[in-house]
């Protein structure tokens, strides 16, 4: 969804958040290409922060595309909040149980739309001490094998100033610098047809978070560490030796 046909929540939303991380952040910006303006797609961004979802709708905003994340069921339950939540086009999640398939469900169907949904493929913020990518899930790429909707890794480093999980520490001083960069598309296309077996989707996962991983590596300087193993060192790394090296 563009943000040209944006409802009065939407724009609620964006009049009350936008002006703050205006002033909270000194951003730089980049690739925002990479997410097009309309059509869908599968927006996978590294999570090293609980601002990162403030910091990446800023991106997905400017870049002209209207963010849909994924939140708790709960919250959607909730009065006042969860009506809000559901105008602004938010989509919730079923943790832990068998209704997690009409998570997908509503995943796919926001995409049919012409969506740009935005799926932490590591599910949580990292817990590598130097914030580097985790293993991630599998949802995202389930979501594109279902879909073939393109999915555009985001790498983000900054918002762990902002508010550091390692700490607990919230930083409320003004223009912290962020940055976010868009890539192109992740090639998954070997995978296209096949069926979301667990060996496919872990291969397709492998690769989302390599690109993940060396593009913060390219943010932050310096060599990454391996990729998260599964018994030695990751497909995608096995794949890709140099990117490990």
């Known amino acids: ?26 951003r730089t910006w980049r690739g925002m290409e990479h997410l097009g303006q309309d059509g869908p797609v599968i927006i996978v961004p590294n999570h090293i922060s609980h601002a990162d979802p403030l910091v990446s709708a800023h991106f997905i905003y400017d870049a002209g595309r209207w963010p849909q994340f994924l ?28 209704d997690a398939v009409k998570s997908l469900d509503a995943l796919v169907k ?27 899930k599998t949802g995202a790429a389930r979501l594109a094998l279902a879909t ?23 930083n409320l001083r003004p223009r912290i610098p962020v940055t976010v960069v868009a890539g192109p598309p992740i090639d998954l296309s070997r995978w296209a047809g096949a069926a979301p077996s667990r060996q496919v989707l872990e291969e397709m996962t492998d690769v989302i978070m390599l690109r993940l991983r060396d593009m913060l590596a390219e943010i932050r ?15 995608a790394d096995r794949q890709h030796p140099e990117s490990a090296a």
């Open 1 to 26: 969804m563009g943000r040209r046909r944006l409802g009065f929540w939407q724009w609620f939303a964006v009049m009350l958040v936008k002006p703050v991380m205006t002033v909270w952040t000194r």
């Open 71 to 98: 939140g708790k069921a709960s919250l959607f339950r909730l009065p006042v909040i969860g009506s809000i939540l559901h105008w602004c086009k938010q989509i919730p999640v079923e943790r832990g149980s068998i």
């Open 110 to 136: 926001a995409l049919d739309a012409g969506g740009a949904v935005v799926v932490y493929p590591e599910g949580t913020t990292s817990r590598e001490p130097q914030l580097w990518p985790m293993k991630g």
């Open 148 to 170: 073939g909707a393109p999915v555009v890794p985001v790498a983000m480093w900054g918002p762990e100033r902002i508010f550091d999980p390692r700490r607990a520490r919230l």
């Open 221 to 235: 300087g310096g060599t990454p560490p391996p990729l998260w193993q599964r018994g030695g060192r990751s497909t």
